[in-house]
């Protein structure tokens, strides 16, 4: 049993509201049902920035030059990171970190295969949390660069978003990079359609939460009892993930007793989304310089080349 796992499953669900952290969203079934939602036709966040990074990787490898190690956290199935590596001159190491062993298994397979020639260092670990990078990471290179994608930097609230910034800054060095996406704020209709969409996997893949509960942890939960509930939240900026109880109900938790009345939900995520000048703020106020900021022509998504400030 993970240990981790239980101990948040009983904290936020002995909270009020109830919430679970987004990060047990993904086992091995669901990071494969993450990957179906990128190819949902309401889901624009993944085929807008692979448009987009497509157009600018020539221009990112000639900032940030030649002889470089990337650290990709939250790597999923790496397809983001090969078009990056594809225009970079020179990649020394590649870490991709996964909280998930399967699917960093699968990605760090891809890699090496396609690119026999860089180490390959796989990570198993929360992001969020305390890992050990290899010992040779950044050593005999000419810089580092931390690539984080996906805007899965919108998972996180304003102090945690700070914090986790503040971490990374300090993994860098001066002159070393950060390239990150942040999904934009938009027409709140394309939003909640992409959160939920018509084939219901983002349903199932919210749902499988409490598949996992049922499957790993002593418990009489029946996962039928709840669904899939997203939504803006106008006032926070951001997409609300929810798993409503559908009637009362009474559950037993690893010996714990919980107790939902019909409509009340578990809040399992959050998907912020921010003004091109919001996001720069955030990311200068944890010690980054803007080199470079990419937007599509739809105004959907942008991408920010950053440098660590002297």
């Known amino acids: 049993m993970n240990q981790a796992f239980k101990s948040d499953v009983l904290f936020g669900l002995n909270s009020s509201p109830k919430s679970l952290p987004c990060k047990w969203l993904y086992d091995s079934r669901g990071s494969a049902l993450f990957e179906a939602i990128c190819d949902t036709p309401e889901y624009y966040v993944t085929r807008t920035e692979l448009s987009l990074l497509r157009s600018v990787v020539d221009k990112v490898a000639s900032l940030v030059g030649p002889n470089i190690d990337v650290l990709e956290p939250g790597a999923g199935a790496g ?13 020394r190491t590649v870490v991709p970190i996964e909280i998930s062993p399967t699917a960093l298994e699968q990605t760090a397979r891809t890699l ?26 950044g050593r005999d290179v000419e810089k580092k660069m931390i690539f984080f994608p996906g805007s899965t930097i919108s998972n996180f609230g304003p102090e945690e978003r700070r914090q986790l ?44 939460l409490l598949e996992r509960i049922a499957r790993e942890l002593q418990t009489n939960l029946d996962p039928s009892t709840f669904r899939h509930r997203a939504f803006f939240n106008e006032a926070q900026k951001r997409i609300e993930m929810h798993l409503e109880s559908r009637q009362d109900q009474s559950l037993e938790i690893e010996g714990q007793d919980f107790s939902f009345s019909e409509g009340e939900s578990i809040h399992t995520e959050n998907s912020y989304k921010f003004s091109v000048t919001g ?20 105004q959907l998504f942008s991408l920010h080349l950053m440098t660590v400030q002297d």
């Not at 971490?167 to 990150?180: A, E, K, T, V």
């Open 112 to 137: 090496k295969k396609k690119y026999p020639e860089l180490n390959i260092e796989p990570v198993v670990a929360d992001f969020t949390s305390e890992f050990e990078l290899p010992a040779h990471f």
């Open 279 to 298: 996001f720069q703020e955030t990311t200068v106020a944890a010690g980054f310089c803007p080199v470079e900021t990419f937007v599509d022509e739809n």
């Open 165 to 208: 910034l503040s971490n990374w800054h300090d993994l860098l060095q001066p002159g070393d990079f950060l390239f990150i996406g942040a999904d934009l704020i938009k027409d709140r209709r394309v939003l909640e359609r992409a959160y939920n969409d018509k084939s219901g996997i983002t349903a199932q893949f919210n749902l499988n």
């Open 79 to 91: 397809i983001k990171i090969q078009l990056l590596l594809d225009a970079l001159q020179s990649p």
